[in-house]
């Protein structure tokens, strides 16, 4: 029986959860090389590893974000840290890289349901607490940034002891422990649906899911170019099936995503389009910024480690300070100032086409760090109030999406600056791009405004 009078515990336990999925996207990067060794890979291949992961990441948080609106985001939580720990047991037996990258793809499933669960279980968790919604959300928002930056350390050192296995090993104990707790102290699923499970299955929209998910995964496939020479066809079928899913969803009762509701809500829009455009800006400085430091500064790989972790670092320091703002000032207020920062922050970056010393770099990671708290933060509280409590679900699942919409063409970009060269003429273009979308996304901000029901 669940005990609803510990909710601090059950919030704990749902962030352990919700920061496996940026945990396992960043600490594989370190891996990589032990992998091509031990399955004889090359380059392009061993990448799947990283892809897998992502492609279900992105297309599965929406999906698992409607089950939690539908059947119960403790059920779900509890399914999704079942499959992590059960996944993660078999597959360091795996001799094969196909189903090495099957079991990413499952990790990857199974994470995604802990973000969209975390959400929609706030509203109660905060009112057993009796403390305001941000203060969970922000904790929820600490576990995913700290997670990101503590992933390629925590890989370092468990592939260095023992080896890539161990990555899949380390969530073992974490799946089971953020599941136990969950179940002992989060409030038990009420009011969800129930009912035979063919009457469950047809009122599921399946094509419309199906198609959502391969239109979704062909235009990630596009933007990763995990097909080369194909890029254009999978971009062109990604369109076509997206076109279907909309002709579908407008047409079937209940749809899996309600596009007339989502289209007359605006605020949900307004986060979304902020959010995609912001974490294009801050993947910019994220993956741009080590090469630059490696190749043009010609750092090694360690030194590049501790000097781009003020950033993370520091979004995880300026989160709570945000968390005391949006309850003082609320969320509009603080999102408009996050991104004003974020674009004096990304024309400091301009600097380093004059110097890369090391002190420098340091001082403009932290500051780069300061926004990223910020924005992120008031952008998941932006989300809780846009939208509807029957539908938070899915709508924290597409919003976890469009961090990796926002990633991936960041990733693309920083291809196309940095195809002629790595250097610091190259970086001054992308702070150029890193402004306009910094721009782009203070208008949006003031676009947005708080629903007058929430």
Same mark, same amino acid.
């Given at each position: 029986?669940? !005990?609803?009078?510990?909710?601090?515990?059950?919030?704990?336990?749902l962030?352990?959860?919700?920061?496996?999925?940026?945990?396992?996207?960043?600490?594989?990067?370190?891996? @990589?090389?032990?992998?091509?060794?031990?399955?004889?890979?090359?380059?392009?291949?061993?990448?799947?590893?990283?892809?897998?992961?992502? @492609?279900?990441?992105?297309? *599965?948080?929406?999906?698992?974000?409607?089950?939690?609106?539908?059947?119960?985001?403790?059920?779900? =939580?509890?399914?999704?840290?079942?499959?992590?720990?059960?996944?993660?047991?078999?597959?360091? =037996?795996?001799?094969?890289?196909?189903?090495?990258?099957?079991?990413?793809?499952?990790?990857?499933? *199974?994470?995604?349901?802990?973000?969209?669960?975390?959400?929609?279980?706030v &509203?109660?968790?905060?009112?057993?607490?009796?403390?305001?919604?941000?203060?969970?959300?922000?904790?929820?928002?600490?576990?995913?940034?700290?997670?990101a930056?503590?992933?390629?350390?925590?890989?370092?050192?468990?592939?260095?002891l023992?080896?890539?296995?161990?990555?899949?090993?380390? !969530?073992?104990?974490?799946?089971?422990?953020?599941?136990?707790?969950?179940? +002992?102290?989060?409030?038990?699923?009420?009011?969800?649906?129930?009912?035979?499970? *063919?009457?469950?299955?047809?009122?599921?929209d399946?094509?419309?899911? @199906?198609?959502?998910?391969?239109?979704?995964? @062909?235009?990630?496939?596009?933007?990763?170019?995990?097909?080369?020479?194909? +890029?254009?066809?999978?971009?062109?079928?990604?369109?076509?099936?997206g076109a279907?899913?909309?002709?579908?969803?407008?047409? =079937?009762?209940p749809?899996?995503?309600?596009? +007339?509701?989502?289209?007359?809500n605006?605020?949900?829009?307004l986060?979304?389009?902020? =959010?995609?455009?912001?974490?294009?800006?801050?993947?910019?400085?994220?993956?741009?910024?080590?090469?630059?430091?490696?190749?043009?500064?010609?750092?090694?790989a *360690?030194?590049?480690?501790?000097?781009?972790?003020?950033?993370?670092?520091?979004?995880?320091?300026?989160?709570?300070?945000?968390?005391?703002?949006?309850?003082?000032?609320?969320?509009?207020?603080?999102?408009? &100032?996050?991104?004003l920062?974020?674009?004096?922050?990304?024309?400091?970056?301009?600097?380093l086409?004059?110097?890369?010393?090391?002190?420098?770099v340091?001082?403009?990671?932290?500051?780069?760090?300061?926004?990223?708290?910020?924005?992120?933060?008031?952008? !998941?509280?932006?989300?809780?109030v846009?939208a509807?409590?029957?539908?938070?679900?899915?709508?924290?699942?597409?919003?976890q999406?469009?961090?990796?919409?926002?990633?991936?063409?960041?990733?693309?970009?920083?291809?196309?600056?940095?195809?002629?060269?790595?250097?610091?003429? !190259?970086?001054?273009?992308?702070?150029?791009?890193?402004?306009?979308l910094?721009?782009?996304?203070?208008?949006?901000?003031v676009?947005? +405004?708080?629903?007058?029901?929430?």
């Amino acid at each position: 029986m669940s !005990n609803t009078s510990r909710p601090g515990l059950a919030i704990a336990a749902l962030s352990i959860g919700t920061a496996l999925n940026p945990l396992n996207s960043s600490m594989i990067a370190v891996a @990589l090389v032990v992998l091509r060794e031990d399955f004889s890979l090359d380059v392009a291949t061993v990448t799947w590893v990283i892809t897998a992961f992502y @492609l279900a990441s992105a297309a *599965g948080q929406p999906l698992m974000g409607r089950l939690a609106d539908r059947f119960g985001p403790r059920r779900l =939580f509890t399914f999704g840290m079942a499959l992590v720990a059960v996944t993660c047991a078999v597959a360091p =037996f795996l001799d094969n890289f196909a189903l090495v990258c099957v079991a990413r793809a499952l990790m990857a499933v *199974g994470t995604a349901t802990a973000y969209p669960s975390a959400v929609v279980m706030v &509203t109660e968790l905060s009112r057993l607490a009796k403390v305001p919604s941000t203060r969970p959300l922000g904790r929820i928002q600490m576990a995913n940034t700290s997670a990101a930056a503590v992933g390629p350390v925590v890989g370092g050192l468990l592939v260095s002891l023992f080896d890539w296995q161990a990555l899949f090993v380390i !969530n073992v104990p974490l799946a089971l422990l953020a599941l136990l707790i969950v179940q +002992r102290t989060a409030p038990a699923d009420v009011g969800r649906e129930t009912g035979s499970l *063919g009457t469950l299955i047809r009122d599921s929209d399946i094509p419309g899911i @199906l198609a959502f998910v391969v239109s979704l995964m @062909l235009a990630m496939m596009a933007l990763l170019n995990v097909l080369p020479g194909y +890029r254009w066809y999978l971009l062109g079928a990604a369109l076509v099936v997206g076109a279907l899913f909309a002709w579908r969803e407008l047409r =079937f009762k209940p749809p899996f995503l309600d596009l +007339r509701l989502l289209g007359r809500n605006r605020p949900l829009l307004l986060v979304y389009l902020v =959010f995609v455009v912001f974490s294009g800006v801050y993947y910019f400085a994220f993956f741009g910024l080590p090469q630059l430091l490696q190749e043009a500064g010609n750092y090694d790989a *360690g030194l590049v480690g501790l000097l781009m972790l003020p950033l993370a670092s520091m979004s995880v320091l300026v989160t709570p300070l945000t968390v005391r703002l949006i309850e003082r000032f609320g969320v509009r207020s603080v999102l408009i &100032t996050g991104v004003l920062v974020l674009a004096g922050a990304s024309a400091a970056l301009g600097l380093l086409t004059l110097s890369l010393w090391p002190p420098l770099v340091l001082v403009l990671t932290a500051v780069m760090g300061v926004p990223y708290g910020a924005v992120s933060t008031a952008s !998941n509280q932006g989300l809780y109030v846009s939208a509807r409590p029957e539908e938070r679900g899915v709508a924290a699942g597409i919003f976890q999406t469009c961090r990796y919409l926002g990633a991936i063409t960041a990733t693309v970009l920083i291809g196309v600056f940095y195809g002629p060269g790595v250097n610091q003429a !190259n970086w001054g273009l992308m702070v150029l791009v890193m402004l306009g979308l910094s721009a782009l996304v203070i208008v949006l901000s003031v676009l947005w +405004r708080k629903p007058a029901e929430a």
